[in-house]
C-alpha cells in the first residue's frame, strides 16, 4: 500500500492569485497522478508526474495554468495559477502501489476561490 | 468520448436490504474494472478489482459483461458502515499506466 499525505487540505484563495499544493508518498513511487473532483462529478485526471520528465497533462488541462514539480520519487506539487472561481474544487493526488493496478488517494485537497 | 455511466442513485435502502449498483463504459478496448469507495469528504479507496469471472468479498459480488460493457456490483445485508458513494472506474490501457476513467458515483444510503 501507499500513505500519502497532502497540504495544505483546504484553502480560501482570492482570484488571480496562486496555489501550491504538496504531496509526499510514504515509499518511492514511478508515477504520481494530479485529479479534480468538482462537486457533483467524477474525477478528473489532470496530469501524470514522472520524476525526471515533463509531466503530460490530460486534454483540456495546460502547463501554464497547472504547472507540476516531481523533484524526486516521494513528492511532487500542483499549482494552481491565476485562480478563478471555476478552479474551486477538491484536488487529489495519487499513486499506483501493490505491484499491480490498485491507485492510492491522497487525502485532497479542498480549495475555494473567492 | 469515453464514458463510464452510472446509476444516477441515490439509493436509500434499509439495513439488511441487498442493493445492485450498474455501471456501462463505452471503450470496448478497456482492460481492468474496479469499484471504489468514497466516504463523504474523503478520498477515493478501493473496494475491489472486477474480473470476467466475477468476484466476491465477503458481502460484496462484481461481475463484468465484456460484451455488453457492462459492469455491477451487489451489497448483500446492507450495513450502516456501507453507506457512501460507489465509483465505478475503468482503466483504458491496463497495466499500470494509470489512465483510469471514473464514472460520477452512485450514492447509497443504508437507514436504521
Known amino acids: 500500500s501507499a500513505v500519502i499525505s497532502q497540504k495544505p487540505s483546504r484553502d480560501i484563495c482570492q482570484r488571480g492569485t496562486s496555489l501550491t499544493i504538496q504531496c509526499q508518498v510514504d515509499?518511492?513511487?514511478?508515477?504520481m497522478f494530479w485529479y479534480r473532483q468538482q462537486p457533483g462529478q467524477s474525477l478528473t485526471l489532470i496530469a501524470t508526474?514522472?520524476?525526471?520528465?515533463?509531466?503530460?497533462?490530460e486534454s483540456g488541462f495546460v502547463i501554464d495554468k497547472f504547472p507540476i514539480s516531481r523533484p524526486n520519487l516521494t513528492f511532487s506539487t500542483l499549482t494552481v495559477s491565476n485562480m478563478s472561481p471555476e478552479d474551486s474544487s477538491i484536488y487529489l493526488c495519487?499513486?499506483?502501489?501493490?505491484?499491480?493496478?490498485?491507485?492510492?488517494f491522497g487525502p485532497g485537497t479542498r480549495l475555494l476561490v473567492l | 468520448r469515453k464514458e463510464v455511466e452510472q446509476d444516477p442513485g441515490p439509493f436509500n435502502v434499509p439495513e439488511g436490504a441487498t442493493v445492485a449498483f450498474n455501471c456501462t463504459y463505452s471503450?470496448?478496448?478497456?482492460?481492468?474494472f474496479f469499484w471504489y469507495r468514497q466516504d463523504c469528504r474523503k478520498e477515493p479507496k478501493l473496494l475491489m478489482s472486477?474480473?470476467?469471472s466475477g468476484n466476491e468479498d465477503g458481502r460484496f459480488t462484481a461481475q463484468l459483461n465484456r460484451a455488453s460493457q457492462y459492469i455491477s456490483l451487489l451489497i448483500r445485508d446492507s450495513k450502516l458502515s456501507d453507506s457512501a458513494t460507489y465509483l465505478c472506474?475503468?482503466?483504458?490501457?491496463?497495466?499500470?499506466?494509470?489512465?483510469?476513467?471514473f464514472g460520477k458515483g452512485t450514492k447509497l444510503s443504508v437507514k436504521p
Open positions: 495519487s499513486t499506483l502501489a501493490g505491484g499491480m493496478e490498485t491507485q492510492y
Open positions: 515509499s518511492q513511487v514511478t508515477m
Open positions: 508526474a514522472n520524476q525526471g520528465s515533463e509531466a503530460t497533462y
Open positions: 471503450n470496448s478496448a478497456s482492460q481492468s
Open positions: 472486477v474480473y470476467s
Open positions: 472506474v475503468v482503466n483504458e490501457l491496463g497495466g499500470s499506466q494509470g489512465n483510469l476513467i
